[in-house]
């Protein structure tokens, strides 16, 4: 703070330019160093690590609505919860066995029934947002929950071992989750990332960041907020439907848990944990959330208390996230020459 | 009839107590702006520690008949937490509203273990004391007395706090505050004192709606989550803010999930949230909110 003055000539345009290509790169990054990961790591981190997967597919698209919208749900995990039963339900009850089917099946349906609910939801902001979307999600919640003949209650529904593209595998659980579906969603991730990225890049997505700045505004220059927000509705609930068949197929289960509010609140927790702000943060902070958890998990019972505590500390010391931190201080560091 | 009387005193019942966690929701949202879903642990606080403060009465020998002023008192003095956490919460009021919700959720998640920690994972109820007040016939219909008494408390403590903010010196403060705590604090409030004590008022209201209701049932671990989303639906029924909206939002959701249970009840939770997002279609500021923000 004490040098304002060369802050404001110099970092300025490099804060602008750098997360414009260091966004994608550090995504890309990550997951060139997770291709590795089968050579050295441990089945079991490799089995952390199709959560995380899951997990950052959702968040790609969550960030679409948070990040870059400013659109905060709190119901987001009805379209995990989406994905995981239309998984079940084609897996289980219809014999639907190929993967493709299933992603695609689940982005169809995520896709609907965000346009559906969205066409409602969008046209409120702030708190109202948040709480249309966290009723959306419970009514979806106590629906699976209670409709015990077709959603199986809270026993909630068998996955069963999708083939990928076309080809049946063979061997134990563990050899095919941590082997070709490793890869598989591995290379799912990057080519949505890669998607992701190119939309948050486009003049929509410059649409939709204009409305975050100010909506009125962003109206008055001819921008079309209630489609574009819809649109921005839409795409995250597919990102999320898929995030949420990767989930089910790892655990083999779909269960009601998947839409309950609390998952909603912890999308949100990821969100914040990674960073917002920046274009890979949310995935750094599924993969802090994840493997966190799995660590705090493994030392006490009372992980909950850990994890709240977390999140009390982040929001009131580090509210940029993981990423928005170590740009400061890469900014700072910069700026301070 | 009969089925109808029932119908409509056991929600009103579940009410009674919905009201009183979501009025101090209501009151912390009305001043500080803030949506603390840590309102829900309030009430499962104040449940766990009306068993304790329930056992331990009766084991220094006081006679049953005095557990619910017991209640009432344990509900209070627990909800004094709510001072030391109020501090905490202070420094993000200028924040964004995400954060707000975030940090309420962080605490929710603490509160959990805290009550795992101090009083297991297992349900705990109360026993032998809800039926100690015998029942009353009311229509034909038998009810615990005790429920009556719940009921009763409820309106008084929703009568009382209207009373306090509308004719009390403090409570028209702490309405000046509301409106505009820049212009208040001009005129000389110490903002910063008012927020102390609506939040702990707030979370007083919740700790002795779970001490009112544990007799009743039995606390556990997942009454606080549980609670959270259907005090949420009073309030947008309501009308974010709005004391009467919590009065007829906590009525509409009792009631509502009460006739659900004895006709469909796989429908309880499921029309709670229909009629929620009826509500925010037609009236997104709900039934007695300020036009939407």
């Known amino acids: 703070?004490?040098?304002?003055?060369?802050?404001?000539?110099?970092?300025?345009?490099?804060?602008?330019?750098?997360?414009?290509?260091?966004?994608?790169?550090?995504?890309?990054?990550?997951?060139?160093?997770?291709?590795?990961?089968?050579l050295v790591a441990s089945p079991y981190a490799l089995l952390l690590m199709l959560p995380f997967i899951g997990y950052s597919i959702a968040l790609l698209g969550f960030n679409l609505l948070f990040g870059t919208t400013g659109l905060l749900s709190f119901g987001h995990a009805m379209f995990l919860g989406l994905g995981a039963y239309t998984a079940a339900t084609l897996t289980s009850k219809f014999g639907v066995l190929s993967f493709e089917v299933l992603l695609l099946t689940a982005a169809l349906v995520s896709g609907l029934v965000a346009l559906l609910t969205g066409a409602l939801c969008v046209r409120y902001t702030r708190?109202?947002?948040?709480?249309?979307?966290?009723a959306f999600g419970m009514l979806f919640h106590s629906f699976l929950f209670k409709f015990y003949s077709i959603t199986g209650g809270d026993q909630g529904m068998r996955v069963l071992r999708p083939l990928l593209l076309g080809m049946e595998w063979r061997g134990g659980k563990t050899a095919f989750l941590t082997g070709p579906f490793y890869y598989y969603v591995l290379t799912l991730f990057a080519l949505l990332g890669i998607a992701m990225w190119r939309i948050s890049q486009s003049p929509f997505g410059l649409h939709l960041r204009a409305i975050r700045e100010n909506a009125g505004k962003a109206a008055y220059v001819g921008v079309e907020i209630f489609r574009m927000r819809l649109a921005a509705f839409v795409v995250s609930a597919i990102y999320g439907?898929?995030?949420?068949?990767?989930?089910?197929?790892?655990?083999?289960?779909?269960?009601?848990?998947?839409?309950?509010?609390?998952?909603?609140?912890?999308?949100?927790?990821?969100?914040?944990?990674?960073?917002?702000?920046?274009?890979?943060?949310?995935?750094?902070?599924?993969?802090?959330?994840?493997?966190?958890?799995?660590?705090?998990?493994?030392?006490?019972?009372?992980?909950?208390?850990?994890?709240?505590?977390v999140l009390v500390l982040l929001v009131l010391f580090m509210p940029q996230g993981l990423s928005g931190t170590i740009e400061v201080l890469a900014n700072r560091r910069r700026g301070g020459r | 009839m009969a089925g109808l009387v029932d119908v409509v005193l056991g929600g009103t019942f579940h009410a009674a107590v919905l009201f009183l966690v979501a009025a101090g929701l209501q009151l912390v949202f009305g001043v500080q702006k803030i949506v603390n879903l840590a309102c829900g642990s309030f009430y499962a606080l104040g449940a766990y520690f009306g068993i304790t403060a329930v056992s331990i009465a009766i084991s220094l020998g006081m006679p049953p008949l005095m557990f619910f002023?017991?209640?009432?008192?344990?509900?209070?003095?627990?909800?004094?937490?709510?001072?030391?956490?109020?501090?905490?919460?202070?420094?993000?009021?200028?924040?964004?509203?995400?954060?707000?919700?975030?940090?309420?959720?962080?605490?929710?998640?603490?509160?959990?273990?805290?009550?795992?920690?101090?009083?297991?994972?297992?349900?705990?109820?109360?026993?032998n004391v809800y039926l100690a007040y015998?029942?009353?016939?009311?229509?034909?219909?038998?009810?615990?007395?005790?429920?009556?008494?719940?009921?009763?408390?409820?309106l008084a403590i929703a009568l009382g706090l209207?009373?306090?903010?509308?004719?009390?010196?403090?409570?028209?403060?702490?309405?000046?505050?509301?409106?505009?705590?820049?212009?208040?604090?001009?005129?000389?409030?110490?903002?910063?004192?008012?927020?102390?004590?609506?939040?702990?008022?707030?979370?007083?209201?919740?700790?002795?709606?779970?001490?009112?209701?544990?007799?009743?049932?039995?606390?556990?671990?997942?009454?606080?989550?549980?609670?959270?989303?259907?005090?949420?639906?009073?309030?947008?029924?309501?009308?974010?803010?709005?004391?009467?909206?919590?009065l007829v939002g906590a009525l509409i959701v009792g009631v509502m999930r009460a006739a659900a249970i004895s006709l469909m009840p796989e429908l309880e939770m499921l029309s709670v949230y229909l009629v929620v997002v009826v509500v925010l279609i037609v009236r997104p500021a709900g039934l007695f909110g300020k036009a939407a923000a």
């Open chain 1, 1 to 38: 703070m004490s040098n304002q003055s060369i802050d404001i000539a110099g970092p300025p345009a490099v804060r602008r330019s750098m997360p414009r290509f260091s966004g994608l790169w550090v995504l890309l990054g990550l997951i060139a160093i997770m291709t590795m990961m089968p």
């Open chain 1, 241 to 309: 439907g898929v995030g949420g068949t990767i989930l089910a197929v790892t655990t083999g289960l779909a269960d009601p848990e998947l839409a309950y509010w609390t998952h909603s609140g912890n999308l949100v927790f990821m969100a914040v944990l990674g960073g917002s702000g920046t274009f890979a943060g949310p995935a750094i902070g599924a993969l802090a959330f994840v493997l966190l958890q799995d660590f705090v998990m493994s030392i006490t019972q009372y992980w909950r208390f850990v994890m709240g505590g």
């Open chain 2, 69 to 127: 002023p017991v209640l009432i008192v344990a509900g209070l003095a627990i909800g004094l937490v709510g001072f030391p956490i109020e501090r905490v919460l202070r420094t993000i009021y200028r924040r964004d509203e995400s954060y707000q919700l975030l940090i309420t959720f962080g605490l929710l998640l603490m509160f959990q273990d805290v009550f795992r920690f101090l009083w297991g994972a297992t349900p705990r109820t109360m026993d």
């Open chain 2, 162 to 246: 209207g009373a306090f903010l509308e004719r009390t010196k403090i409570g028209r403060i702490v309405r000046a505050t509301a409106e505009n705590r820049d212009m208040a604090e001009g005129l000389g409030i110490d903002a910063s004192k008012i927020f102390a004590l609506v939040f702990t008022v707030g979370c007083m209201l919740g700790t002795v709606g779970g001490a009112l209701v544990v007799p009743s049932g039995a606390a556990s671990l997942d009454m606080a989550v549980e609670l959270v989303v259907e005090s949420f639906a009073v309030v947008v029924i309501g009308g974010l803010g709005s004391m009467r909206g919590a």
């Open chain 1, 127 to 134: 708190i109202f947002f948040g709480m249309l979307t966290l």
């Open chain 2, 134 to 154: 015998g029942t009353a016939h009311v229509l034909g219909v038998r009810v615990p007395t005790y429920n009556l008494l719940v009921i009763t408390a409820s």
